[in-house]
């Protein structure tokens, strides 16, 4: 404990000194802070609500534009500057393995922080009493290759000198987060070029930075973690959206073959500018069975990203899932993705149908390239292991698909399938998303709605799109 306090004592000491001089490092440093800054900003979308550790003169907490900010930090002067420049954040000095609130907090920011904790599990687990199962756990780095040179630049007068410091590697921070009680989500590298190379360090940090091979070259690691999951005691309730255009002989179907899911089970049929008698059809089934909780719409609009987005609108379950009308994906394997959820190990389930044998009819095996392809090139982009992205069937908590709706403007109105929406949204949100397979059966009634050639140029324009918004941004 003594020499805990020493090292603690220290360290507070330092950055006490050097409080006063912070703006002109920054300044020295402005290439390299403003990159941090912008993944910062990227992980924690503004109006959150933020508790930074190791915050300093609260410059980056500010930047982030937090609904309520904390900055909590071990120099009693850098907190006094911190009040004075950001009245509208709240600072306090102190110890965060000591520390004591009353509140728990969207995002938890460790940024240059987890080379000066003295005991970095102890920090960790103590953080967890400020969490809830939404709250993301965000750690910025810096990577152990560039010691020799950030060592260098402190001696060149180029960065404010540092006390000693603890050099993780990024294994050594997975393993530190899974002792402390989290479970990693997603990691990454960010910055290849922290200075000023009169405006090329931008190019840099956004492109080759994020290519394979060079991004291991980033002066920044930064990794994301949730707690540990844990199954939900009660048992919530469950909206199924079907999205159908020219469906007729799949709609009866649809429904007697639903399994009763959790806590109660909603259908809601969204109808699309069908040729035949689905409308029809969906309005004689809903009077058929009368014991089921139906809701039936039809669009104004086009297209199964606006059918999925009518009916998630409308639904009042706790877990939302798309179910195809086409019944390729039958309605008994919801329970896989309802189970998924209510046991914590997702937060977002998305349907895989290339684990089990398909058939050459069900899926032609030019389709099966093309979608193992699609799910290698969206696992690059979105950070997450996909291993099909064209299913169909998905599921998520109405609350994280509320988080995503209203921060959709970030991607526009780009997709008109509805999948990859939710899909970029879980990604930018940091939900862990894990694939269930399913199996893949043939069609019994009408043909498919998909025009290959014109779908999938749209999904390489989206894999352009989503490596401007998510992987280069």
Request: aromatic fraction near 10%.
């Amino acid at each position: 404990m003594a020499l805990y306090q020493t090292h603690t004592d220290t360290i507070a000491k330092h950055f006490d000194r050097f409080a006063p001089e912070r703006d002109t490092w920054r300044g020295r440093g402005r290439a390299y802070h403003a990159a941090l800054a912008h993944l910062c900003g990227f992980l924690i979308p503004p109006g959150a609500k933020v508790l930074e550790v190791g915050c300093s003169t609260g410059e980056l907490l500010h930047q982030l534009q937090p609904s309520h900010g904390l900055g909590v930090d071990i120099s009693g002067e850098s907190i006094a500057l911190a009040r004075q420049k950001f009245p509208r954040l709240h600072f306090l000095t102190g110890d965060i393995q000591n520390l004591v609130l009353d509140e728990t907090f969207d995002y938890i920011l460790l940024a240059g922080t987890i080379g000066y904790l003295s005991d970095v599990q102890q920090a960790l687990d103590h953080l967890r009493q400020f969490c809830t199962p939404q709250t993301r756990l965000v750690i910025v780095h810096h990577s152990y290759l560039w010691e020799p040179l950030l060592n260098l630049a402190e001696k060149l007068g180029l960065r404010m000198p540092q006390p000693p410091q603890n050099w993780l590697s990024n294994e050594d921070l997975v393993n530190m987060v899974q002792l402390g009680g989290f479970e990693a989500i997603k990691q990454g590298h960010h910055g290849l070029c922290p200075v000023s190379l009169g405006g090329l360090e931008g190019w840099l940090n956004r492109y080759p930075a994020h290519l394979p091979g060079l991004s291991a070259l980033c002066v920044d690691n930064y990794l994301v973690a949730r707690l540990n999951p844990r199954p939900r005691a009660a048992l919530p309730s469950i909206s199924v959206v079907i999205p159908a255009r020219n469906e007729q002989g799949n709609i009866e179907n649809s429904l007697s073959q639903m399994p009763r899911i959790g806590g109660h089970t909603q259908v809601i049929y969204v109808e699309g500018h069908s040729s035949d008698d689905t409308w029809a059809e969906i309005q004689r089934v809903a009077r058929r069975y009368p014991d089921w909780d139906i809701q039936i719409h039809q669009q104004t609009g086009k297209g199964k990203g606006d059918a999925v987005r009518l009916g998630f609108a409308q639904a009042t379950g706790d877990i939302l899932v798309i179910l195809d009308a086409d019944l390729t994906v039958t309605p008994a394997d919801l329970t896989k993705f309802y189970d998924a959820l209510v046991s914590g190990r997702c937060e977002f389930a998305n349907g895989s149908r290339l684990v089990y044998p398909r058939s050459a009819e069900a899926m032609p095996w030019l389709n099966t390239v093309a979608n193992k392809l699609f799910g290698l090139a969206f696992s690059y982009l979105l950070g997450q292991r996909f291993k099909d992205t064209l299913c169909g069937t998905k599921a998520l908590w109405r609350t994280d698909y509320e988080r995503i709706a209203s921060g959709r403007a970030y991607f526009g109105d780009f997709d008109p399938f509805g999948d990859f929406d939710l899909l970029f949204g879980a990604a930018k949100l940091s939900l862990k998303i894990l694939d269930v397979p399913v199996r893949y059966h043939e069609r019994v009634y009408g043909q498919s709605n998909i025009q290959h050639v014109r779908e999938g140029l749209i999904l390489l324009r989206m894999c352009l799109y989503a490596s401007q918004k998510i992987k280069f941004f």
